[in-house]
């Protein structure tokens, strides 16, 4: 699978913005995808997962309330809308698929549950 991530940008403190993440190749293989974000010198941290089908949904505690994954199976497509963003929220933001029947929510915000990144997009909030 290929991911391509789009829809970062510079954003004041408060604002909103919606990223893209499109999945090509063998995209009936996809069991879930994630969001990820990092900034220099860190690790890469966990944002959102959602499942490719059905309902479930993880977030990390700190974008809870303010950041929504969503998806639409027909474009293959997965979004991440992000409300109230925050100076803390600026980072390059990853995409992530996995194509394995044994990806587990609990297990959702770690970045070996997933087999496929994106290029990353660059969100910056400035205060």
């Known amino acids: 699978v290929q991911l391509q991530a789009s829809g970062g940008g510079l954003v004041q403190t408060g604002g909103s913005l919606r990223l893209s993440c499109v999945a090509s190749?063998?995209?009936?293989?996809?069991?879930?995808m994630g969001w990820f974000r990092q900034t220099p010198g860190k690790e890469r941290e966990f944002v959102a997962a959602t499942t490719w089908v059905g309902t479930m949904r993880s977030y990390a505690d700190s974008v809870k309330g303010r950041f929504t994954i969503s998806r639409d199976n027909a474009k293959n497509t997965v979004y991440l809308q992000m409300n109230s963003l925050k100076a803390e929220d600026t980072a390059v933001y990853y995409c992530?698929?996995?194509?394995?029947?044994?990806?587990?929510?609990?297990?959702?915000?770690?970045?070996?549950?997933?087999?496929?990144w994106g290029q990353g997009t660059q969100v910056t909030v400035s205060s």
């Open positions: 190749g063998h995209t009936f293989t996809t069991y879930a």
């Open positions: 992530a698929a996995s194509g394995g029947s044994g990806w587990s929510i609990r297990r959702a915000d770690s970045t070996y549950e997933y087999d496929s």
